[in-house]
Protein backbone atom coordinates (compact mmCIF):
# COMPACT_ATOMS: atom_id res chain seq x y z
CA UNK A 1 0.00 0.00 0.00
CA UNK A 2 1.53 3.62 -1.05
CA UNK A 3 1.52 5.93 1.93
CA UNK A 4 0.03 9.39 0.84
CA UNK A 5 2.41 11.01 2.23
CA UNK A 6 4.90 9.96 -0.55
CA UNK A 7 2.86 10.38 -3.38
CA UNK A 8 3.49 12.46 -6.21
CA UNK A 9 3.44 16.34 -5.17
CA UNK A 10 3.74 17.57 -8.66
CA UNK A 11 4.64 17.12 -12.45
CA UNK A 12 7.21 19.02 -14.52
CA UNK A 13 4.87 20.69 -16.83
CA UNK A 14 5.35 23.75 -19.14
CA UNK A 15 9.10 23.32 -19.24
CA UNK A 16 10.60 23.25 -22.48
CA UNK A 17 12.99 20.16 -23.04
CA UNK A 18 16.85 21.49 -23.09
CA UNK A 19 17.80 22.53 -26.60
CA UNK A 20 20.41 20.20 -27.77
CA UNK A 21 20.37 17.47 -30.36
CA UNK A 22 20.62 20.31 -33.15
CA UNK A 23 22.85 20.73 -36.06
CA UNK A 24 24.05 24.40 -35.00
CA UNK A 25 24.84 25.39 -38.84
CA UNK A 26 21.80 23.77 -40.56
CA UNK A 27 19.51 25.37 -37.86
CA UNK A 28 20.84 28.83 -39.09
CA UNK A 29 19.34 30.36 -42.24
CA UNK A 30 21.30 33.59 -42.10
CA UNK A 31 24.68 31.62 -41.44
CA UNK A 32 24.14 29.48 -44.15
CA UNK A 33 23.09 32.14 -46.58
CA UNK A 34 25.86 33.98 -45.67
CA UNK A 35 28.82 31.09 -45.83
CA UNK A 36 27.54 31.18 -49.43
CA UNK A 37 27.14 34.58 -49.92
CA UNK A 38 30.50 35.57 -48.97
CA UNK A 39 32.89 33.10 -51.06
CA UNK A 40 32.63 29.30 -48.79
CA UNK A 41 29.77 27.60 -50.53
CA UNK A 42 32.75 24.95 -50.73
CA UNK A 43 32.43 24.22 -46.44
CA UNK A 44 28.88 23.84 -46.37
CA UNK A 45 29.13 19.73 -45.98
CA UNK A 46 31.81 20.35 -43.33
CA UNK A 47 30.03 23.09 -41.71
CA UNK A 48 26.66 20.28 -41.80
CA UNK A 49 29.02 17.71 -40.17
CA UNK A 50 30.66 20.12 -37.52
CA UNK A 51 26.91 22.03 -36.52
CA UNK A 52 26.07 18.49 -35.48
CA UNK A 53 28.59 17.72 -33.52
CA UNK A 54 28.15 21.42 -32.07
CA UNK A 55 24.71 20.33 -31.56
CA UNK A 56 24.89 16.94 -29.34
CA UNK A 57 24.64 16.94 -25.47
CA UNK A 58 28.04 15.56 -24.85
CA UNK A 59 29.22 18.58 -26.40
CA UNK A 60 27.21 20.87 -25.12
CA UNK A 61 27.95 19.25 -21.45
CA UNK A 62 31.89 19.67 -22.26
CA UNK A 63 31.22 23.79 -22.46
CA UNK A 64 29.23 23.19 -18.78
CA UNK A 65 31.99 20.92 -17.35
CA UNK A 66 35.09 23.15 -18.40
CA UNK A 67 33.32 26.09 -16.86
CA UNK A 68 31.99 24.72 -13.50
CA UNK A 69 35.69 23.27 -12.74
CA UNK A 70 38.17 26.22 -12.96
CA UNK A 71 41.49 25.91 -13.90
CA UNK A 72 43.94 25.64 -10.65
CA UNK A 73 47.62 26.77 -10.66
CA UNK A 74 50.01 24.47 -9.36
CA UNK A 75 53.82 26.94 -8.98
CA UNK A 76 55.89 23.85 -7.47
CA UNK A 77 55.87 20.35 -7.30
CA UNK A 78 55.96 18.71 -3.81
CA UNK A 79 59.61 18.84 -4.20
CA UNK A 80 59.63 22.61 -4.20
CA UNK A 81 60.74 23.15 -8.06
CA UNK A 82 58.81 25.68 -9.67
CA UNK A 83 56.25 23.90 -12.17
CA UNK A 84 53.70 27.09 -13.10
CA UNK A 85 51.36 24.37 -14.20
CA UNK A 86 48.29 24.95 -14.86
CA UNK A 87 45.44 21.85 -14.37
CA UNK A 88 42.35 21.90 -16.30
CA UNK A 89 39.01 19.50 -16.25
CA UNK A 90 39.23 17.18 -18.89
CA UNK A 91 36.52 18.99 -21.28
CA UNK A 92 38.48 22.02 -21.28
CA UNK A 93 40.65 19.80 -23.22
CA UNK A 94 38.31 18.29 -25.17
CA UNK A 95 37.06 21.76 -26.68
CA UNK A 96 40.51 22.40 -27.56
CA UNK A 97 41.07 19.33 -29.35
CA UNK A 98 37.91 19.93 -31.52
CA UNK A 99 39.05 23.09 -32.12
CA UNK A 100 42.53 22.69 -33.28
CA UNK A 101 42.03 19.35 -34.86
CA UNK A 102 39.24 21.30 -36.96
CA UNK A 103 41.54 23.59 -37.74
CA UNK A 104 40.31 26.63 -36.04
CA UNK A 105 43.28 27.71 -34.86
CA UNK A 106 44.84 27.91 -38.19
CA UNK A 107 42.76 26.61 -41.69
CA UNK A 108 42.99 30.36 -44.03
CA UNK A 109 47.24 29.84 -42.68
CA UNK A 110 47.15 26.18 -43.81
CA UNK A 111 45.01 26.43 -47.33
CA UNK A 112 44.87 30.36 -48.13
CA UNK A 113 42.35 31.14 -50.60
CA UNK A 114 38.89 32.01 -51.66
CA UNK A 115 36.32 31.70 -48.41
CA UNK A 116 38.90 30.22 -46.02
CA UNK A 117 38.31 32.75 -43.56
CA UNK A 118 35.04 32.75 -44.22
CA UNK A 119 34.70 28.98 -43.76
CA UNK A 120 36.51 29.07 -40.49
CA UNK A 121 34.51 31.99 -39.06
CA UNK A 122 31.48 29.74 -39.62
CA UNK A 123 32.90 27.38 -37.50
CA UNK A 124 34.29 29.79 -34.91
CA UNK A 125 30.92 31.06 -34.59
CA UNK A 126 29.65 27.13 -34.53
CA UNK A 127 31.88 26.36 -31.78
CA UNK A 128 31.91 28.99 -29.93
CA UNK A 129 28.40 28.96 -29.15
CA UNK A 130 29.31 25.49 -27.45
CA UNK A 131 32.39 27.51 -24.88
CA UNK A 132 33.31 30.72 -25.29
CA UNK A 133 36.66 31.16 -23.43
CA UNK A 134 38.43 28.04 -24.97
CA UNK A 135 38.24 30.33 -27.98
CA UNK A 136 41.30 32.86 -26.49
CA UNK A 137 43.88 30.46 -26.64
CA UNK A 138 42.44 29.76 -30.08
CA UNK A 139 42.45 33.13 -31.14
CA UNK A 140 46.02 33.56 -30.06
CA UNK A 141 47.22 30.80 -31.81
CA UNK A 142 45.60 31.78 -34.75
CA UNK A 143 46.58 35.23 -34.72
CA UNK A 144 50.32 35.01 -33.84
CA UNK A 145 51.07 34.07 -37.43
CA UNK A 146 50.45 37.50 -39.03
CA UNK A 147 53.05 39.00 -36.47
CA UNK A 148 55.80 36.20 -36.63
CA UNK A 149 55.72 36.72 -40.68
CA UNK A 150 57.65 39.58 -39.73
CA UNK A 151 60.51 36.77 -38.61
CA UNK A 152 60.89 34.74 -41.26
CA UNK A 153 63.39 32.32 -39.55
CA UNK A 154 60.78 32.10 -36.52
CA UNK A 155 58.02 31.19 -38.65
CA UNK A 156 60.02 28.58 -40.31
CA UNK A 157 60.99 26.81 -36.73
CA UNK A 158 57.75 27.47 -35.94
CA UNK A 159 55.26 27.72 -38.12
CA UNK A 160 54.61 24.39 -38.92
CA UNK A 161 53.85 23.32 -35.63
CA UNK A 162 51.52 26.38 -34.76
CA UNK A 163 48.90 26.06 -37.71
CA UNK A 164 49.23 21.97 -37.12
CA UNK A 165 45.90 19.94 -36.25
CA UNK A 166 47.55 18.32 -33.53
CA UNK A 167 46.77 19.32 -29.66
CA UNK A 168 49.35 18.33 -27.32
CA UNK A 169 48.52 20.05 -23.47
CA UNK A 170 51.65 18.67 -21.84
CA UNK A 171 53.84 21.24 -19.92
CA UNK A 172 57.33 19.70 -21.83
CA UNK A 173 59.64 21.38 -24.49
CA UNK A 174 58.46 22.15 -27.92
CA UNK A 175 60.85 20.65 -29.39
CA UNK A 176 58.50 17.51 -27.80
CA UNK A 177 55.23 18.37 -29.31
CA UNK A 178 53.54 18.26 -32.92
CA UNK A 179 51.32 21.14 -31.95
CA UNK A 180 51.90 24.40 -30.30
CA UNK A 181 49.51 26.85 -28.98
CA UNK A 182 50.65 30.85 -28.62
CA UNK A 183 49.45 33.31 -26.29
CA UNK A 184 50.09 37.08 -25.73
CA UNK A 185 51.64 39.09 -23.23
CA UNK A 186 51.44 42.94 -23.43
CA UNK A 187 49.32 44.33 -20.70
CA UNK A 188 51.21 45.48 -17.41
CA UNK A 189 50.56 46.85 -13.94
CA UNK A 190 50.81 50.50 -15.06
CA UNK A 191 49.37 50.42 -18.51
CA UNK A 192 47.27 48.21 -20.58
CA UNK A 193 45.74 50.20 -23.57
CA UNK A 194 48.94 52.30 -23.41
CA UNK A 195 51.20 49.73 -23.88
CA UNK A 196 54.19 52.65 -24.45
CA UNK A 197 54.50 52.26 -20.79
CA UNK A 198 55.80 48.49 -20.71
CA UNK A 199 58.11 48.68 -18.27
CA UNK A 200 59.37 44.81 -18.89
CA UNK A 201 63.58 45.38 -20.53
CA UNK A 202 64.87 43.04 -22.55
CA UNK A 203 68.54 42.54 -22.33
CA UNK A 204 70.83 41.00 -25.17
CA UNK A 205 72.08 37.65 -24.52
CA UNK A 206 74.93 38.54 -27.84
CA UNK A 207 73.93 40.55 -30.49
CA UNK A 208 71.08 43.26 -31.21
CA UNK A 209 68.20 42.64 -33.38
CA UNK A 210 65.58 40.93 -35.26
CA UNK A 211 65.82 37.24 -34.50
CA UNK A 212 68.56 37.92 -31.72
CA UNK A 213 68.21 36.47 -28.22
CA UNK A 214 67.49 38.41 -25.26
CA UNK A 215 66.94 38.04 -21.56
CA UNK A 216 63.10 39.89 -20.05
CA UNK A 217 62.84 40.84 -16.74
CA UNK A 218 59.63 42.64 -15.81
CA UNK A 219 56.10 41.64 -15.30
CA UNK A 220 52.67 40.68 -17.36
CA UNK A 221 49.71 42.09 -15.17
CA UNK A 222 47.34 40.03 -17.92
CA UNK A 223 48.44 36.95 -19.29
CA UNK A 224 45.75 34.55 -20.56
CA UNK A 225 46.34 31.05 -21.35
CA UNK A 226 49.77 30.87 -19.73
CA UNK A 227 49.91 27.15 -20.69
CA UNK A 228 50.69 28.04 -24.21
CA UNK A 229 53.86 26.82 -25.73
CA UNK A 230 54.68 30.58 -26.30
CA UNK A 231 54.13 34.16 -26.04
CA UNK A 232 54.48 37.17 -28.49
CA UNK A 233 55.67 39.66 -25.70
CA UNK A 234 56.66 43.42 -25.58
CA UNK A 235 59.73 44.53 -23.96
CA UNK A 236 61.85 48.10 -23.95
CA UNK A 237 65.16 47.82 -25.27
CA UNK A 238 67.32 50.25 -26.14
CA UNK A 239 66.02 50.80 -29.36
CA UNK A 240 62.71 51.64 -27.93
CA UNK A 241 59.69 49.08 -27.35
CA UNK A 242 60.20 45.71 -29.08
CA UNK A 243 58.04 42.44 -30.21
CA UNK A 244 59.80 39.07 -28.93
CA UNK A 245 59.37 35.24 -29.20
CA UNK A 246 59.47 33.84 -25.57
CA UNK A 247 58.77 30.06 -25.38
CA UNK A 248 57.41 28.38 -22.40
CA UNK A 249 60.84 25.95 -21.80
CA UNK A 250 64.10 27.00 -23.15
CA UNK A 251 66.06 24.61 -25.55
CA UNK A 252 68.27 23.08 -23.90
CA UNK A 253 65.07 21.80 -22.09
CA UNK A 254 65.21 23.88 -18.70
CA UNK A 255 62.12 25.87 -17.85
CA UNK A 256 62.13 29.49 -19.26
CA UNK A 257 61.63 32.03 -16.12
CA UNK A 258 58.02 33.01 -16.92
CA UNK A 259 57.14 32.24 -13.11
CA UNK A 260 52.97 32.73 -12.68
CA UNK A 261 51.97 34.25 -9.65
CA UNK A 262 48.50 33.68 -9.81
CA UNK A 263 44.93 33.16 -11.92
CA UNK A 264 43.09 36.32 -11.88
CA UNK A 265 39.33 35.78 -10.39
CA UNK A 266 37.37 36.71 -12.99
CA UNK A 267 33.82 37.18 -13.17
CA UNK A 268 33.18 35.50 -16.65
CA UNK A 269 35.34 33.19 -19.09
CA UNK A 270 36.39 31.26 -16.41
CA UNK A 271 37.19 27.79 -18.43
CA UNK A 272 40.14 30.16 -19.81
CA UNK A 273 43.03 30.96 -17.20
CA UNK A 274 44.38 34.01 -17.15
CA UNK A 275 47.33 35.02 -15.53
CA UNK A 276 49.71 37.65 -13.43
CA UNK A 277 53.30 36.38 -14.13
CA UNK A 278 57.18 37.38 -13.78
CA UNK A 279 59.98 37.03 -16.20
CA UNK A 280 63.04 36.90 -14.49
CA UNK A 281 65.20 37.15 -17.09
CA UNK A 282 63.24 34.72 -19.46
CA UNK A 283 65.36 33.99 -22.57
CA UNK A 284 63.03 35.45 -25.93
CA UNK A 285 63.67 36.08 -29.58
CA UNK A 286 63.32 39.80 -31.22
CA UNK A 287 60.60 39.55 -33.70
CA UNK A 288 60.59 42.26 -36.48
CA UNK A 289 62.32 45.35 -35.93
CA UNK A 290 63.65 46.82 -32.88
CA UNK A 291 61.74 49.56 -31.70
CA UNK A 292 59.00 48.74 -34.05
CA UNK A 293 57.14 46.44 -31.53
CA UNK A 294 53.34 47.60 -31.50
CA UNK A 295 54.06 48.05 -35.50
CA UNK A 296 54.72 44.18 -35.09
CA UNK A 297 52.62 43.13 -32.35
CA UNK A 298 49.63 45.06 -34.11
CA UNK A 299 49.27 42.48 -36.75
CA UNK A 300 48.33 39.75 -34.27
CA UNK A 301 46.23 42.10 -32.58
CA UNK A 302 43.98 43.38 -35.69
CA UNK A 303 43.12 39.13 -35.97
CA UNK A 304 42.27 39.11 -32.43
CA UNK A 305 40.00 41.91 -32.81
CA UNK A 306 38.52 40.78 -35.80
CA UNK A 307 37.64 37.53 -33.55
CA UNK A 308 36.33 39.22 -30.68
CA UNK A 309 33.25 40.08 -33.73
CA UNK A 310 32.93 36.14 -34.32
CA UNK A 311 33.20 35.77 -30.54
CA UNK A 312 30.71 38.06 -29.83
CA UNK A 313 28.46 37.08 -32.57
CA UNK A 314 28.43 34.19 -31.87
CA UNK A 315 27.01 34.81 -28.24
CA UNK A 316 24.80 36.75 -29.72
CA UNK A 317 22.81 33.47 -32.10
CA UNK A 318 23.39 31.40 -29.12
CA UNK A 319 21.07 33.88 -26.77
CA UNK A 320 18.99 34.13 -29.07
CA UNK A 321 18.51 30.08 -30.09
CA UNK A 322 17.54 29.86 -26.90
CA UNK A 323 15.12 32.81 -25.81
CA UNK A 324 13.05 31.91 -29.20
CA UNK A 325 13.25 28.04 -28.44
CA UNK A 326 12.33 28.92 -24.96
CA UNK A 327 9.53 31.51 -25.96
CA UNK A 328 8.24 28.93 -28.09
CA UNK A 329 7.43 26.00 -25.66
CA UNK A 330 6.42 28.12 -22.74
CA UNK A 331 3.19 29.09 -22.23
CA UNK A 332 2.04 31.94 -19.93
CA UNK A 333 -1.34 33.74 -19.05
CA UNK A 334 -3.10 31.32 -21.88
CA UNK A 335 -0.96 30.99 -24.88
CA UNK A 336 2.51 30.32 -25.84
CA UNK A 337 5.05 33.27 -25.01
CA UNK A 338 6.40 32.92 -28.65
CA UNK A 339 2.79 34.04 -29.91
CA UNK A 340 2.41 37.19 -27.41
CA UNK A 341 2.81 40.34 -29.32
CA UNK A 342 5.15 42.17 -26.46
CA UNK A 343 7.38 39.14 -26.55
CA UNK A 344 7.36 38.72 -30.40
CA UNK A 345 8.93 42.16 -30.08
CA UNK A 346 11.77 41.35 -27.75
CA UNK A 347 12.38 37.92 -29.69
CA UNK A 348 12.35 39.63 -33.04
CA UNK A 349 14.51 42.59 -31.76
CA UNK A 350 17.14 39.94 -30.67
CA UNK A 351 16.93 37.92 -34.03
CA UNK A 352 17.68 41.13 -36.06
CA UNK A 353 20.65 42.37 -33.89
CA UNK A 354 22.54 38.70 -34.13
CA UNK A 355 21.69 38.59 -37.64
CA UNK A 356 23.18 42.00 -38.27
CA UNK A 357 26.14 41.33 -36.09
CA UNK A 358 26.71 37.76 -38.20
CA UNK A 359 26.22 39.40 -41.48
CA UNK A 360 29.02 42.45 -40.81
CA UNK A 361 31.55 39.70 -39.11
CA UNK A 362 31.28 37.15 -42.84
CA UNK A 363 31.41 40.01 -44.79
CA UNK A 364 34.44 41.60 -43.05
CA UNK A 365 35.61 37.76 -43.31
CA UNK A 366 35.84 38.09 -47.10
CA UNK A 367 37.83 40.92 -46.96
CA UNK A 368 40.20 39.12 -45.47
CA UNK A 369 40.30 36.29 -47.86
CA UNK A 370 40.71 39.69 -50.13
CA UNK A 371 43.33 41.37 -48.63
CA UNK A 372 45.37 42.07 -52.47
CA UNK A 373 42.12 43.81 -53.69
CA UNK A 374 42.36 47.26 -52.57
CA UNK A 375 38.78 47.95 -51.93
CA UNK A 376 38.55 44.92 -49.74
CA UNK A 377 41.91 45.85 -47.73
CA UNK A 378 41.08 49.11 -46.91
CA UNK A 379 37.43 47.79 -45.75
CA UNK A 380 38.51 45.76 -43.43
CA UNK A 381 41.14 48.33 -42.25
CA UNK A 382 38.03 49.95 -41.50
CA UNK A 383 35.31 47.91 -40.85
CA UNK A 384 37.18 46.06 -38.12
CA UNK A 385 37.47 48.65 -35.37
CA UNK A 386 33.64 49.50 -36.60
CA UNK A 387 32.72 46.56 -35.99
CA UNK A 388 34.82 45.12 -32.90
CA UNK A 389 33.51 48.30 -30.89
CA UNK A 390 29.87 47.80 -31.95
CA UNK A 391 29.23 43.97 -31.80
CA UNK A 392 30.97 43.46 -28.45
CA UNK A 393 29.28 46.29 -26.68
CA UNK A 394 25.80 45.40 -27.90
CA UNK A 395 26.32 42.02 -26.75
CA UNK A 396 25.96 42.48 -22.90
CA UNK A 397 22.63 43.97 -23.11
CA UNK A 398 21.50 41.26 -25.48
CA UNK A 399 22.74 38.16 -23.56
CA UNK A 400 20.54 39.79 -20.64
CA UNK A 401 17.65 40.26 -22.45
CA UNK A 402 18.11 36.68 -23.81
CA UNK A 403 18.23 35.75 -20.42
CA UNK A 404 15.11 37.44 -18.84
CA UNK A 405 13.41 35.60 -21.79
CA UNK A 406 14.38 32.56 -20.08
CA UNK A 407 12.99 33.96 -16.73
CA UNK A 408 14.50 32.50 -13.64
CA UNK A 409 15.89 29.33 -14.69
CA UNK A 410 18.53 31.95 -17.15
CA UNK A 411 19.94 32.87 -14.15
CA UNK A 412 21.02 30.04 -13.13
CA UNK A 413 24.40 28.40 -14.11
CA UNK A 414 22.80 25.35 -15.19
CA UNK A 415 21.49 27.42 -18.18
CA UNK A 416 23.95 28.53 -20.52
CA UNK A 417 22.45 32.52 -20.72
CA UNK A 418 24.37 32.89 -17.30
CA UNK A 419 27.26 31.78 -18.88
CA UNK A 420 26.66 34.21 -21.91
CA UNK A 421 25.60 36.74 -20.19
CA UNK A 422 29.19 36.67 -17.67
CA UNK A 423 31.20 35.93 -20.83
CA UNK A 424 29.37 39.06 -22.98
CA UNK A 425 31.66 41.91 -21.58
CA UNK A 426 35.05 40.60 -22.01
CA UNK A 427 35.47 40.75 -25.82
CA UNK A 428 34.66 44.82 -25.20
CA UNK A 429 37.18 44.96 -22.68
CA UNK A 430 40.16 43.05 -23.91
CA UNK A 431 41.78 43.45 -27.35
CA UNK A 432 41.67 47.20 -27.23
CA UNK A 433 38.45 48.28 -25.33
CA UNK A 434 35.67 50.85 -26.60
CA UNK A 435 37.34 54.16 -26.36
CA UNK A 436 40.29 52.58 -27.97
CA UNK A 437 38.75 50.96 -30.93
CA UNK A 438 37.33 54.65 -31.57
CA UNK A 439 40.48 56.30 -31.12
CA UNK A 440 41.88 53.29 -34.01
CA UNK A 441 39.24 54.42 -35.81
CA UNK A 442 40.08 58.06 -36.05
CA UNK A 443 43.63 56.76 -36.58
CA UNK A 444 42.44 54.89 -39.68
CA UNK A 445 41.10 57.98 -41.16
CA UNK A 446 43.99 60.30 -40.73
CA UNK A 447 46.64 57.71 -41.43
CA UNK A 448 44.91 56.13 -44.57
CA UNK A 449 42.20 58.84 -45.33
CA UNK A 450 41.28 56.15 -48.52
CA UNK A 451 38.92 54.05 -45.76
CA UNK A 452 36.61 56.83 -45.39
CA UNK A 453 35.91 55.98 -49.41
CA UNK A 454 36.16 52.40 -49.05
CA UNK A 455 33.20 52.65 -46.25
CA UNK A 456 31.21 54.98 -48.46
CA UNK A 457 31.77 52.66 -51.53
CA UNK A 458 30.32 50.15 -49.55
CA UNK A 459 27.40 51.61 -48.05
CA UNK A 460 26.65 53.02 -50.86
CA UNK A 461 26.32 49.81 -52.68
CA UNK A 462 22.40 49.74 -50.99
CA UNK A 463 21.33 53.14 -51.77
CA UNK A 464 18.20 53.65 -53.13
CA UNK A 465 16.65 50.51 -51.19
CA UNK A 466 15.80 51.96 -48.15
CA UNK A 467 14.83 55.66 -47.61
CA UNK A 468 15.77 55.64 -43.54
CA UNK A 469 18.89 54.00 -44.96
CA UNK A 470 19.91 56.61 -47.66
CA UNK A 471 19.67 59.54 -44.84
CA UNK A 472 21.62 57.69 -42.26
CA UNK A 473 24.38 57.58 -44.88
CA UNK A 474 23.99 61.61 -45.89
CA UNK A 475 23.74 62.31 -42.41
CA UNK A 476 27.28 60.42 -41.91
CA UNK A 477 28.57 61.89 -45.16
CA UNK A 478 27.69 65.28 -43.45
CA UNK A 479 29.05 64.64 -40.17
CA UNK A 480 32.78 63.87 -41.97
CA UNK A 481 32.50 66.57 -43.89
CA UNK A 482 31.74 69.26 -40.51
CA UNK A 483 35.59 67.83 -39.38
CA UNK A 484 36.76 69.48 -36.63
CA UNK A 485 39.91 69.62 -34.34
CA UNK A 486 41.37 66.79 -32.65
CA UNK A 487 39.71 67.10 -29.33
CA UNK A 488 36.36 67.67 -31.29
CA UNK A 489 37.08 64.37 -33.34
CA UNK A 490 37.56 62.36 -30.17
CA UNK A 491 34.52 63.38 -28.02
CA UNK A 492 32.28 62.45 -30.50
CA UNK A 493 34.32 59.50 -31.86
CA UNK A 494 31.70 56.92 -30.18
CA UNK A 495 28.90 58.92 -32.04
CA UNK A 496 29.96 58.66 -35.12
CA UNK A 497 31.35 54.39 -34.41
CA UNK A 498 27.50 54.19 -33.63
CA UNK A 499 26.14 55.57 -36.96
CA UNK A 500 29.03 53.92 -39.26
CA UNK A 501 28.39 50.76 -37.82
CA UNK A 502 24.53 50.88 -37.95
CA UNK A 503 25.20 52.37 -41.64
CA UNK A 504 27.33 49.53 -42.86
CA UNK A 505 24.87 46.83 -40.89
CA UNK A 506 21.78 48.15 -42.29
CA UNK A 507 23.46 48.45 -45.98
CA UNK A 508 24.16 44.81 -45.84
CA UNK A 509 20.80 43.78 -44.33
CA UNK A 510 18.86 45.89 -46.81
CA UNK A 511 21.13 43.88 -49.39
CA UNK A 512 21.33 40.12 -48.54
CA UNK A 513 18.41 39.95 -46.28
CA UNK A 514 14.89 39.45 -46.68
CA UNK A 515 13.01 42.18 -46.53
CA UNK A 516 11.20 41.23 -42.96
CA UNK A 517 14.88 41.55 -41.54
CA UNK A 518 16.13 44.43 -43.54
CA UNK A 519 12.81 46.63 -42.74
CA UNK A 520 13.01 45.56 -39.06
CA UNK A 521 16.13 46.91 -38.48
CA UNK A 522 16.45 50.14 -40.59
CA UNK A 523 12.87 50.63 -38.98
CA UNK A 524 14.35 49.80 -35.28
CA UNK A 525 17.56 51.61 -36.03
CA UNK A 526 17.42 54.16 -37.93
CA UNK A 527 13.79 55.42 -38.09
CA UNK A 528 13.94 57.79 -35.57
CA UNK A 529 11.32 55.60 -33.61
CA UNK A 530 13.74 53.30 -31.66
CA UNK A 531 13.32 52.89 -28.05
CA UNK A 532 16.48 52.41 -25.50
CA UNK A 533 15.67 48.80 -24.99
CA UNK A 534 15.60 45.54 -27.18
CA UNK A 535 11.95 45.32 -27.88
CA UNK A 536 11.07 48.46 -28.77
CA UNK A 537 10.62 47.68 -32.34
CA UNK A 538 7.95 49.94 -33.97
CA UNK A 539 4.44 49.03 -35.56
CA UNK A 540 4.36 47.01 -38.45
CA UNK A 541 7.53 44.95 -38.16
CA UNK A 542 6.77 41.58 -39.06
CA UNK A 543 8.00 39.88 -36.29
CA UNK A 544 6.42 36.45 -37.19
CA UNK A 545 8.80 35.91 -40.16
CA UNK A 546 11.78 37.00 -38.53
CA UNK A 547 10.90 34.85 -35.29
CA UNK A 548 10.33 31.80 -37.66
CA UNK A 549 13.64 32.28 -39.54
CA UNK A 550 15.79 32.79 -36.30
CA UNK A 551 13.94 29.51 -34.69
CA UNK A 552 16.84 27.11 -33.82
CA UNK A 553 14.62 24.39 -35.87
CA UNK A 554 15.97 22.38 -38.94
C1 LIG B 1 39.79 38.23 -19.17
C2 LIG B 1 40.93 39.07 -19.66
C3 LIG B 1 42.04 38.45 -20.21
C4 LIG B 1 43.11 39.22 -20.68
N1 LIG B 1 44.18 38.59 -21.25
C5 LIG B 1 45.23 39.33 -21.69
C6 LIG B 1 46.37 38.70 -22.29
O1 LIG B 1 46.40 37.49 -22.47
N2 LIG B 1 47.40 39.46 -22.68
C7 LIG B 1 47.38 40.82 -22.51
O2 LIG B 1 48.35 41.48 -22.88
N3 LIG B 1 46.33 41.44 -21.95
C8 LIG B 1 45.24 40.74 -21.56
N4 LIG B 1 44.17 41.36 -21.00
C9 LIG B 1 44.25 42.77 -20.70
C10 LIG B 1 43.42 43.64 -21.59
O3 LIG B 1 43.91 43.64 -22.88
C11 LIG B 1 43.40 45.03 -20.93
O4 LIG B 1 42.63 44.94 -19.75
C12 LIG B 1 42.84 46.09 -21.85
O5 LIG B 1 43.73 46.31 -22.91
C13 LIG B 1 42.60 47.41 -21.11
O6 LIG B 1 43.75 47.78 -20.42
P1 LIG B 1 43.65 48.19 -18.87
O7 LIG B 1 42.92 47.10 -18.16
O8 LIG B 1 45.01 48.51 -18.39
O9 LIG B 1 42.76 49.47 -18.85
P2 LIG B 1 43.22 50.94 -19.28
O10 LIG B 1 44.15 50.90 -20.39
O11 LIG B 1 43.62 51.66 -18.05
O12 LIG B 1 41.85 51.52 -19.80
C14 LIG B 1 40.78 51.85 -18.91
C15 LIG B 1 39.69 52.50 -19.72
O13 LIG B 1 40.17 53.70 -20.29
C16 LIG B 1 39.89 53.73 -21.67
N5 LIG B 1 40.93 54.50 -22.35
C17 LIG B 1 42.23 54.19 -22.48
N6 LIG B 1 42.87 55.14 -23.19
C18 LIG B 1 41.95 56.08 -23.50
C19 LIG B 1 41.99 57.32 -24.21
N7 LIG B 1 43.12 57.76 -24.77
N8 LIG B 1 40.85 58.03 -24.35
C20 LIG B 1 39.70 57.58 -23.81
N9 LIG B 1 39.60 56.43 -23.12
C21 LIG B 1 40.72 55.68 -22.97
C22 LIG B 1 39.81 52.30 -22.12
O14 LIG B 1 38.99 52.15 -23.27
C23 LIG B 1 39.19 51.64 -20.89
O15 LIG B 1 37.80 51.74 -20.95
C24 LIG B 1 43.07 40.62 -20.56
C25 LIG B 1 41.93 41.23 -20.01
C26 LIG B 1 40.88 40.48 -19.58
C27 LIG B 1 39.68 41.17 -19.02
Redesign the pocket.
Known sequence: MTSHYLGTTHSVDNQPVALENYNLFRADRALQEAVVREGAAWAQQDLVDFGRLAGLPATIALGFDANHYKPELRTHDRYGHRIDQINFHPAYHELMRIAIENGLHSSPWQSPGAGAHVARAAKYYLHTQVEAAHG?PIT?TFAAIPALQHQPDLLAAYGPKIIANTYDPRNVPDGQKQGLTI?????EKQ????VRSNSTRAYPVGQRGPGQAYELVGH??????PMCDAFLVLAQTEGGLSCFFLPRWRPDGTKNELQIQQL?Q?M??VA?A?SETELRGALAWMVGEEGRGVRTIIEMVAMTRYDCMIGSSSGMRQAAAQAIHHAQNRAAFGSRLSEQPLMQNVLADLAIENEAAMTLTMRVARSMDQQDNEHERLLSRIATPVGKYWICKRTPNHAYEAMEVIGGTGTMDTHITARLFRESP?NA????????QC?DILRALQKEPEVLAAYFTEVERAQGADKRLDASIQKLKQQFAAGGDAETL?YRARSMADQMALTLQAALLVQHAPTAVADAFCAGRLGGQEGLNYGTLPRGVDTKTIIERAAPNE
Not at 220 to 225: D, I, Q
Not at 429 to 436: H, Q, R, T
Open positions: CMGMAMTGGSDKWFVSAKKGNNSIIWEGSGNVLQ
